[in-house]
């Protein structure tokens, strides 16, 4: 990727609008090019001051009753051929109608940003040859590694007797911070977990999903947010992540 190519693409990588490829080529272009670096700074300051700045206004309770007395009143069956134009100049009204009570700015939720992190540092770590800093299936020496490379002390553990064997670790980067990457085994695939302290709230249950392939689960416990990600099936990978929130996350 030249710089032309970066410059073209920086907008839609920090909304985190493109696809794993191509996030993963300007990830390395930015690693090498201190100039396009400049300018994805300079992107991503605008927008954290845009949205710590951006005035909200909520539509009002009452805009619903206006959109539908906006519309025409026609007979069931007329309604029924109206179809989906009727249906998108409805939309329309509505969306002009709320342009009148201030703008929103629509960005992916934090969790799904975070999520598309965790799955672009899983690849990374396949295609860069970076997987572990520390190949180990010795939880005790897995853990003393990390001692004094991060602000907290991570819970590790080998479920190689459940399945699931421990492989060794690494430090990595995401939302913002350093983190502890796990690295477990299962027959070909290899599973990230990404681990790092709980900035504040009650443990929370397992959310999932599915991303370009990947199964990415994540969840918090004993103070502690875990991520894991594999292109694992998603029975094993659903399995080991509940061998992680009840076994790992309780041996603290």
């Not at 998108?88 to 940003?113: I, S």
């Not at 299936?137 to 003393?144: E, G, L, M, R």
Request: proline share 4%; net charge neutral.
């Amino acid at each position: 990727m030249n710089c032309r190519d970066a410059l073209d693409l920086v907008d839609g990588y920090v909304d985190g609008e493109l696809d794993l490829v191509k996030s993963l080529e300007i990830e390395q272009h930015l690693g090498a090019c201190p100039a396009c670096k400049v300018q994805y700074d300079q992107v991503r300051e605008l927008g954290s001051g845009i949205r710590a700045h951006a005035l909200y206004h909520a539509a009002p309770k009452g805009l619903r009753a206006r959109v539908a007395a906006a519309l025409p009143r026609e007979p069931a069956s007329r309604m029924r051929a109206w179809g989906w134009r009727g249906m998108a100049a409805a939309l329309a009204l509505a969306t002009l109608l709320g342009l009148g009570f201030g703008l929103t700015l629509l960005q992916p939720g934090a969790d799904e940003r975070l999520a598309r992190e965790v799955v672009a540092a899983h690849v990374r770590s396949l295609m860069a040859d970076h997987l572990m800093d520390v190949a180990s299936s010795d939880q005790h020496t897995v853990k003393p590694w990390i001692a004094g490379k991060l602000d907290f002390s991570p819970p590790v553990e080998d479920l190689a007797a459940r399945g699931y064997a421990l492989a060794g670790g690494r430090l990595d980067y995401l939302g913002e911070r350093g983190v502890m990457a796990l690295v477990y085994r299962r027959h070909a695939h290899v599973i990230n977990l990404f681990v790092w302290p709980q900035a504040s709230g009650a443990d929370s249950g397992v959310r999932s999903d599915s991303i370009q392939g990947y199964n990415v689960a994540h969840f918090t416990r004993a103070g502690m947010v875990f991520w894991a990600v594999s292109d694992l099936n998603p029975e094993e990978f659903k399995a080991f992540v509940g061998l992680v929130r009840d076994q790992l996350a309780s041996a603290r």
